[in-house]
Nanobody, 124 residues
Framework: QVQLVESGGGLVQAGGSLRLSCAAS????????MGWFRQAPGKEREFVAHVSRTGSTTNFADSVKGRFTISRDNAKNTVYLQMNSLEPEDTAVYYC?????????????????WGQGTQVTVSS
């Protein structure tokens, strides 16, 4: 079992930046691909970013490419989401997720572990 705890959300003006962190515990962190998803009110949970077990491969949703970066520190059991040039459309609850399999997928139903979420609100 893996426990995930997100932090770093908050209220920011459009054009600003936030960095989300997700601390993992319970299993060997480097055994899991990690990702970030988000869910806005009335919408389905959607993929945002993925990082492979070693951190060598990353993937992003088209809507955040060039603005968001994902990284991980396996020594600290932590994954990060750096969000720049934030837009009101980025407002959502952001969830950290872990996946046992190495293969990449944007389908949230195929991810195994989830954090409780952290709210990001971008004002215009």
């Amino acid at each position: 079992q893996v426990q995930l705890v997100e932090s770093g959300g908050g209220l920011v003006q459009a054009g600003g930046s936030l960095r989300l962190s997700c601390a993992a515990s319970g299993r060997t962190f480097s055994d899991y691909a990690m990702g970030w998803f988000r869910q806005a009110p009335g919408k389905e949970r959607e993929f945002v970013a993925h990082v492979s077990r070693t951190g060598s491969t990353t993937n992003f949703a088209d809507s955040v490419k060039g603005r968001f970066t994902i990284s991980r520190d396996n020594a600290k059991n932590t994954v990060y989401l750096q969000m720049n040039s934030l837009e009101p459309e980025d407002t959502a609850v952001y969830y950290c997720a872990g996946r046992r399999l190495a293969s990449f997928t944007t389908n949230p139903h195929l991810w195994n572990y989830w954090g409780q979420g952290t709210q990001v609100t971008v004002s215009s």
